[in-house]
């Protein structure tokens, strides 16, 4: 059985194109341009169960005016509701994007799937505005699983699939009393006995102002670096270095900075924050890896 992500060959009468969720159907458009290119287009989504389409149903439609018999395709595994989660991560940026109309409607459906999701997961997912999907949310019902709702009123899960409070500020508010109860308590005894992560104690502590000798000290702060890419001429000397070697020094972080502005984060916005710091390490992971797969085609 081929793996989600190996490239397979599915002839076209295997293929079925549902409904489209776009508000105007196939763009002949679209279509149109696919043909210009002749068949050199990625891989169609499909899913394994049932041959359904569930990102390319342009391709398929190119296809079939150039008269290919097979596409290439990669398969995927779940149900109705995953597969049209991924439709709409695949479709707001790239192909034909979704529009603003079509991305709205689409929260609203996913809202309606899985009203656990938190509005900056759910407004990512559908490049539109966390207020936007907030204001969404009590348009859309819920789905009706046991226990499930009233749980989503008190938390949601968010983009690294963890569940955090809506209204932290009560959630705040049990942490630092119970710290003013037991001073001396450690971070996992406290979090425990309210019910939040042990980094939740650590933050509310120190907005407290209080430290408890339980607690190992922060690692040490790196010392800065003590030259600049700048004399590294190499960098400078290759095409667009100048440019790449100002960018990578003016983006420069170094665990003393970290240190320095943690505390100046409000806790209304910690998650947030936290949220934007495990993107960016994100994105920085993903150059890392560009660049190790370029090195090891050189071998």
Same mark, same amino acid.
């Given at each position: 059985?081929?793996?989600a992500?190996?490239v397979?060959?599915? *002839?076209?009468v295997?293929?079925?194109?549902? #409904?489209?969720?776009?508000?105007?159907?196939?763009?002949?458009e679209?279509?149109?341009?696919l043909v210009?290119?002749?068949?050199?287009?990625?891989?169609? %989504?499909?899913?394994? *169960?049932?041959g #359904?389409?569930?990102d390319?149903?342009?391709?398929?439609?190119?296809? &079939?005016?150039?008269g290919? /018999?097979r596409?290439e395709?990669?398969?995927?595994?779940?149900?109705?509701?995953?597969?049209f989660v991924e439709?709409?991560?695949r479709?707001?940026?790239?192909?034909?994007?979704?529009?603003?109309?079509?991305?709205k409607?689409?929260?609203?459906?996913?809202?309606?799937? +899985?009203?656990e999701?938190?509005?900056? &997961?759910?407004?990512?997912?559908?490049?539109? #505005?966390? @207020?936007?999907?907030?204001?969404?949310?009590p @348009?859309? #019902?819920? &789905?009706?699983t046991e226990?499930i709702?009233?749980?989503d009123?008190?938390s $949601?899960?968010?983009?690294?699939?963890k569940?955090?409070p809506?209204?932290?500020?009560?959630?705040?508010?049990?942490?630092?009393?119970?710290? @003013?109860?037991?001073p001396?308590?450690s971070l996992?005894s406290?979090?425990?006995?309210v019910g939040v992560?042990?980094?939740?104690?650590?933050?509310?502590?120190?907005n407290l102002g209080?430290?408890s000798?339980?607690?190992?000290p922060?690692?040490?702060p790196?010392?800065?670096?003590?030259s600049?890419?700048?004399e /590294?001429?190499? %960098?400078?000397?290759?095409?667009?270095?100048a440019?790449?070697v *100002?960018?990578?020094?003016?983006t420069?972080?170094?665990k003393e900075?970290?240190?320095?502005?943690?505390?100046s984060?409000?806790l209304?916005?910690i +998650?947030?924050?936290?949220?934007e710091a495990?993107?960016?390490?994100?994105v920085?992971?993903q150059?890392?890896?560009?660049?190790d797969? $370029?090195?090891g085609?050189? @071998?």
């Amino acid at each position: 059985m081929p793996a989600a992500d190996e490239v397979v060959s599915i *002839a076209l009468v295997e293929l079925t194109v549902c #409904s489209s969720f776009r508000e105007a159907g196939l763009s002949e458009e679209h279509v149109q341009r696919l043909v210009a290119l002749g068949g050199h287009w990625p891989p169609v %989504l499909v899913n394994r *169960a049932d041959g #359904s389409v569930i990102d390319g149903a342009h391709r398929v439609e190119a296809a &079939r005016h150039l008269g290919l /018999d097979r596409l290439e395709a990669w398969y995927f595994d779940g149900g109705a509701e995953e597969a049209f989660v991924e439709f709409v991560r695949r479709n707001v940026h790239q192909g034909l994007p979704l529009t603003l109309s079509e991305r709205k409607r689409a929260a609203e459906h996913v809202l309606m799937t +899985y009203p656990e999701w938190s509005d900056r &997961r759910i407004a990512e997912l559908c490049a539109i #505005s966390p @207020k936007t999907v907030g204001r969404l949310r009590p @348009k859309s #019902s819920g &789905r009706p699983t046991e226990g499930i709702l009233q749980l989503d009123a008190r938390s $949601r899960i968010g983009r690294d699939n963890k569940w955090r409070p809506v209204h932290s500020a009560s959630v705040r508010s049990r942490v630092a009393e119970a710290i @003013k109860q037991y001073p001396g308590a450690s971070l996992r005894s406290v979090a425990k006995s309210v019910g939040v992560s042990p980094e939740t104690v650590r933050i509310v502590r120190m907005n407290l102002g209080t430290t408890s000798v339980l607690e190992p000290p922060p690692p040490a702060p790196s010392p800065p670096q003590c030259s600049s890419w700048n004399e /590294d001429l190499a %960098l400078v000397s290759s095409d667009h270095g100048a440019e790449f070697v *100002a960018w990578f020094d003016r983006t420069t972080v170094t665990k003393e900075e970290c240190w320095r502005f943690a505390d100046s984060v409000p806790l209304s916005r910690i +998650y947030e924050i936290a949220d934007e710091a495990r993107r960016r390490s994100e994105v920085w992971q993903q150059l890392a890896a560009s660049l190790d797969t $370029r090195w090891g085609k050189r @071998k």
